[in-house]
């Protein structure tokens, strides 16, 4: 029987259970039965897991949003894959935390012949989000300087490379010097280790006292009253998550007013709304990967049964750049 990892109640890694389970007798007309060989670990990941992110399935349920593998099988009316195919996705249905499993024609991902399979698992998710944050969110631009918190995490890493080789001089947050190395390697321009320096601080002496027009916070909680300082007279202030927590009430006037701020809670599902978008999304990242202005970063390849320890690696911050999951 094949083995998946399920969410058996909400809360901590220590929930997730490596289990059996039996595929569906009859594959869906329109889906694609794939073999998985790479899974990617998101942060998302860790926010269905715990319950801060609500999904529409009842308890137990297979966790995960992004895979790559072979199709073994297709649906009667599939007209775009066939078996043998080299696929990958990174959109729901939630359930890539497993060996084989049935997925949707129209949110497949043909993986090119230069991205091998761990790769593509390892860059679609991350990739396709710097791809819309950068390039239709708020277009960054050349010698334009901007902000962005855990610049030396999975999406961060690839964000630097983005910003590089646009010419945008990205000032990146990060909490060691092993990071900041590492980031700055990436193209981050300017690296603030916010454990040793108020980025605020650093952000004004960087920019003379203008402030960025735009700053990307993936961090949240901790994170978010300091990005404000950062904003320049009209600056964007994307929220595109929360490794530290939710961020907390906040009060409109005193925080957007002041400076005449815009501010925006994306998704990436929200930038992937058709299969245009989606492969034109997609096509960025892989166009970025063949040029070589972004290459992949694997910190770690765990086993799919290794789930666990997979996401208290991601949430201990001593990763940097991706994580997948071996089935
Ligand atoms: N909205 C979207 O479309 C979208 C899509 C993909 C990802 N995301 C978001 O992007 C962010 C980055 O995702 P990722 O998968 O690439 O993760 P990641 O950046 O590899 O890991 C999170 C990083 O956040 C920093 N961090 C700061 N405070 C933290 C805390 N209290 N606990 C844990 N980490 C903390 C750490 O870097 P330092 O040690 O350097 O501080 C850590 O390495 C996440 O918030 C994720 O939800 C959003």
């Not at 901590?12 to 889906?31: C, F, H, R, T, W």
């Not at 670990?41 to 715990?50: A, G, P, Q, V, W």
């Not at 359930?95 to 593509?120: M, N, T, V, W």
């Not at 996401?311 to 940097?320: A, G, I, M, P, W």
């Amino acid at each position: 029987m094949p083995k998946q990892i399920v969410v058996t109640k909400l809360g901590g890694a220590d929930v997730l259970e490596y289990q059996d389970y039996k595929l569906p007798s009859i594959l869906k007309n329109k889906d694609v039965r794939i073999k998985h060989t790479a899974i990617g670990l998101n942060y998302i990941d860790t926010y269905h897991r715990s319950g801060i992110y609500p999904v529409p399935f009842d308890l137990p349920f297979c966790l995960g949003m992004e895979a790559a593998g072979e199709i073994i099988e297709v649906g009667n009316e599939v007209s775009n894959f066939k078996v043998g195919d080299r696929v990958a996705y990174a959109t729901p249905p939630i359930g890539a935390y497993c060996e084989i499993r049935d997925f949707p024609e129209e949110k497949l991902i043909a993986i090119p012949d230069f991205i091998s399979d761990d790769q593509a698992a390892s860059v679609l998710l991350q990739g396709m989000t710097v791809e819309y944050l950068f390039e239709r969110l708020y277009k960054i631009k050349k010698n334009e300087t901007i902000l962005f918190h855990a610049a030396a995490g999975g999406v961060g890493l690839i964000a630097s490379q983005w910003a590089r080789s646009v010419g945008c001089k990205m000032i990146g947050t990060v909490s060691t010097k092993e990071k900041a190395s590492l980031a700055k390697e990436h193209g981050c321009e300017f690296i603030i280790n916010y454990k040793e320096e108020k980025v605020s601080d650093k952000v004004m002496e960087i920019t003379n006292n203008q402030g960025v027009p735009v700053v990307y916070d993936g961090v949240g909680k901790d994170t978010f009253d300091e990005s404000i300082k950062c904003l320049s007279t009209r600056g964007l202030m994307v929220s595109f998550g929360q490794s530290s927590g939710m961020v907390e009430k906040i009060d409109m006037h005193k925080t957007f007013n002041p400076k005449s701020l815009f501010y925006t809670r994306p998704s990436l599902m929200g930038y992937t709304l058709n299969r245009e978008e989606l492969l034109n999304c997609s096509n960025k990242v892989f166009d970025k990967i063949k040029n070589e202005d972004v290459k992949t970063n694997i910190f770690k390849k765990f086993k799919l049964n290794q789930a666990r320890e997979a996401h208290k690696t991601l949430q201990s911050r001593e990763s940097f750049g991706s994580i997948i999951l071996e089935p």
